[in-house]
């Protein structure tokens, strides 16, 4: 719920690497865009009065928390931590996230138990919550023992845990 809280309060984000790439205005933040808008005016000393004018604004809107900036490694780690949800497409983290393969995560059993059904859950040491929903394991999953989590084909997903065969499996936190 953490993250899911985190990546909707984020939905007005700036990412740094937007400053380095420029992306449609659609995307940006408006105070971001009056900052990039300052190039084009010719005039030297107008244009440091307009980006002094315009940094002043995005800084007062960062402080107020209208205005949030990631970086590309905090970006990372919250498509990490929200990989197996369905969540809405917000650009911000797949911006840049070009040439990272976001269809498998490595994590660790922390525990794992059998639900009312017979299936396992799987809980990570990040935190996250999976639930077998398909297939059999022949051995017991194991607190430190990898488990890999890839997706499958229409939004599913399949866990494989210590190289046993995979189960098919969802996210439930």
């Known amino acids: 719920m953490k993250t899911l809280t985190f990546a909707v309060a984020l939905a007005a984000v700036v990412s740094g690497a937007a400053l380095a790439a420029p992306a449609p205005t659609a995307e940006r933040a ?3 865009q009056q ?6 005016v010719s005039a030297d000393s107008d244009r440091l009065a307009c980006y002094d004018k315009a940094t002043a604004v995005l800084d007062e809107a960062e ?31 797949n911006r840049a996230a070009k040439d990272e393969k976001n269809d498998q995560l490595e994590a660790t059993v922390e525990s794992a ?10 809980h990570t040491t990040d935190g996250a919550v999976w639930v077998q929903t398909d297939g059999d394991l ?4 194991k607190a430190g023992q990898p488990l890999l989590i890839y997706a499958g084909t229409l939004g599913s997903y399949f866990c494989k845990v210590n190289h046993q065969p995979a189960v098919r499996c969802r996210r439930q936190n």
């Open 63 to 93: 402080k107020k928390g209208d205005v949030v900036v990631v970086d590309k490694a905090q970006a990372q780690e919250v498509r990490r931590q929200s990989f197996g949800f369905s969540l809405p497409s917000l650009t911000i983290f």
């Open 35 to 40: 900052v990039v808008d300052c190039r084009k």
């Open 138 to 141: 022949p051995l017991t999953p």
């Open 113 to 122: 138990s059998e639900n009312a059904f017979g299936r396992y859950v799987f």
């Open 30 to 32: 408006k105070v971001l």
